[in-house]
C-alpha cells in the first residue's frame, strides 16, 4: 500500500525548525565575539552527529543522511557566523555588554531543537520526491527563510532536502 503524501504543513513545520536553529547563529556569535573563541567547534559537532545519528535510527531515518542534514545545518549557521564577524570586524566592534553564555543559555536552546527536528524529518521521510513536497518546499523556503537569510544559508540549510532518485 502506498502511504499517503505528505501535508505542507509537514514541510512548513520543518522549514521553521531550522529558521528558528539558524536564528541561534545570532547570539553564538555575539558570545564568541566576546570569547574569541573559534566558530569552528569539530569536538561539539561530533557530539551532536553521533547522538542524531543514534536517535535518527529509532525513528526510520537513515543515519547518513540525518548526519548530513545537520552538518549541513552547522555549516549553514557558520556562514551566519562569519558574516556577523566580519561586519563586526570591520566595524571594529566593541565586545558586547551582555553576551549571552554560550554553554549555559545557547546550546540549551540548539539542544531543545533537535528532537524536534528529527520528528519533523521522521514524518516527511520517504515523501522527498513528491512534486507537492519539492513545490511546498521551494515556496516555504523563500517564505520562511527567504526573510532574513541569504541564497547561500538558505542552499546550505536545504541541500539534503532535495530528491535523491
Ligand atoms: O555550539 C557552537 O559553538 C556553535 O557554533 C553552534 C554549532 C551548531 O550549529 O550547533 C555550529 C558550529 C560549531 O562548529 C558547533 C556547533
Redesign the pocket.
Known sequence: TTPPPAARSDVEQLLSLQKT?LD??AP?ARS?WNSH?P????A??AV?LDDVAARAQKLGLDAAWTRRFFQD??EA??IV?RDLHRQWRVEQRAPFANPPD?ALQ??PV?DRLTPDLLAALARLNGHWCEPAVQRDLAELDAEILGADYAPAVRERATEALRCQR
Open positions: 536553529r541561534v547563529a553564538v564568541k573563541a566558530i569552528d567547534d569539530p561539539r559537532e551532536i545545518q552547522f549557521g557558520k557566523q554560550l545557547v546550546r540548539l
